[in-house]
């Protein structure tokens, strides 16, 4: 069965061919990063215009580049939730368009769902064995920092989100703070190598450090504004320390005056923070679900440091560790084809009415069966 998969939730236009949910014999990703660049973030509305003019030529390329004609495709799938309003709209209209013209079913995929499948795309017999099962999920991206649990019966459960910004969006709004460029996630990952993680103390949000107690119903969930706003107050403070710093400066003019040193030192201590606070929650998580599986995806998973740490923490804890491959990390449309094949397999195909959705809600159950055939 072949599923062309179209992925337009956020600022990457994308298209794949893939068989069977496992081989993938094509994958277009058309990057916007450089058009969001001077605004340090995504804009939905310039993200859907450039949509709109790259998803005819990303789609013909990833048909051609699977050598394929489009009468050979079963199905067109694509994220219908969540994401960008605007962005997500060109992506359906135009799979409902592909769709209608090749008579062939549409497919609606969770975007976080294709996440998580993205993890098991180069190892897909994992989700075929019990011992696998339960799996505990880190989603974490420019968009999204949440926790999923899957069971062996595909029942999903969020059991905690961010309540403020993303793991993305605190490294994406420190290197805009620090003027180091767009997106943050990867420079700063550099810098953190070079400088000292345990110089400065940044902030543990919501997770019980020093004995403040956590409310369970925040346990599994995150908040990263504080620590940004941390960052800022020890930029000012280290800036205006030094003879000669002007009292009155706008924010994005401090840091003009740090040495690389300093910001390589507080590049890395704000980076562990936040890696710590990831590693703590998925391990609780781990422990009282008596999770088997743990995997981390999304954007901010391409991380060296939270692999490091979460390759570490998995082997103490003796869970089996998924780290989803680099290239199925940031947003790609191989990951919604891949998971699109057990939908297909299951007659849960979507109708003309497929609607589009900006937040997750509740999660829809995996339809991942260990009897799903090819
Ligand atoms: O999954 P993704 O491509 O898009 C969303 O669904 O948001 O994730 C993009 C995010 C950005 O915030 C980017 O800064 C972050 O992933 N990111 C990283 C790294 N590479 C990308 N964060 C930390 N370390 C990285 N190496
Ligand atoms: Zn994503």
């Not at 706003?229 to 994005?252: D, M, N, R, W």
């Not at 919604?336 to 003309?352: C, E, F, N, R, V």
Request: glycine content about 8%; aromatic content about 6%; proline content about 4%.
């Amino acid at each position: 069965m072949l599923i062309l998969a179209i992925e337009t939730s956020c600022d990457e236009t994308a298209a794949a061919v893939i068989e069977n949910g496992r081989t993938v014999r094509s994958s277009v990703i058309s990057s916007q990063i450089e058009k969001h660049a001077r605004y340090g973030g995504v804009i939905p509305e310039l993200a859907a215009r450039e949509h709109i003019l790259n998803i005819n030529w990303v789609v013909e390329q990833a048909i051609q580049d699977a050598g394929i004609e489009q009468n050979q495709l079963d199905a067109v799938a694509v994220t219908s939730h969540p994401g960008l309003m605007p962005a997500l709209a060109v992506g359906v209209s135009f799979a409902k368009g592909l769709a209608a013209t090749l008579n062939i079913p549409v497919i609606g995929i969770n975007h976080f769902l294709g996440h998580i499948y993205g993890a098991f795309l180069e190892t897909p017999d994992l989700l075929t064995q019990s011992d696998t099962f339960p799996i505990i999920s880190l989603v974490v991206s420019g968009g999204h920092t949440a926790l999923v649990l899957v069971n062996e019966d595909g029942t999903t459960q969020l059991l905690g989100q961010t309540i403020d910004d993303a793991a993305g969006e605190a490294y994406d709004k420190a290197a805009k703070l620090l003027n180091l460029g767009y997106p943050g996630g990867p420079i700063l990952d550099r810098l953190a190598k070079e400088g000292d993680k345990t110089l400065y103390k940044f902030p543990r949000a919501l997770c019980g450090e020093g004995g403040k107690a956590v409310k369970d119903d925040l346990l599994y969930h995150f908040s990263f504004s504080g620590v940004k706003t941390s960052l800022l107050y020890k930029v000012k403070e280290i800036a205006h320390a030094k003879p000669g710093t002007p009292t009155e400066l706008p924010i994005e003019k401090e840091a003009d005056y740090l040495s690389d040193d300093e910001i390589k030192d507080l590049v890395a201590s704000y980076q562990e923070a936040i890696v710590d606070v990831l590693i703590r929650k998925v391990s609780l998580a781990i422990r009282n679900f008596g999770a088997k599986t743990a995997v981390i995806c999304g954007g901010v998973a391409c991380n060296s440091r939270l692999r490091e740490v979460f390759q570490q923490s998995m082997d103490q804890l003796k869970v089996h560790p998924v780290i989803a491959p680099a290239k199925y990390c940031t947003d790609n449309a191989a990951m919604i084809g891949g998971l699109a094949w057990h939908y297909a397999k299951h007659d849960l195909t979507a109708s003309m009415d497929l609607d589009i959705k900006s937040r997750i809600g509740v999660l829809p159950n995996l339809p991942i069966y260990k009897g799903t055939q090819a």
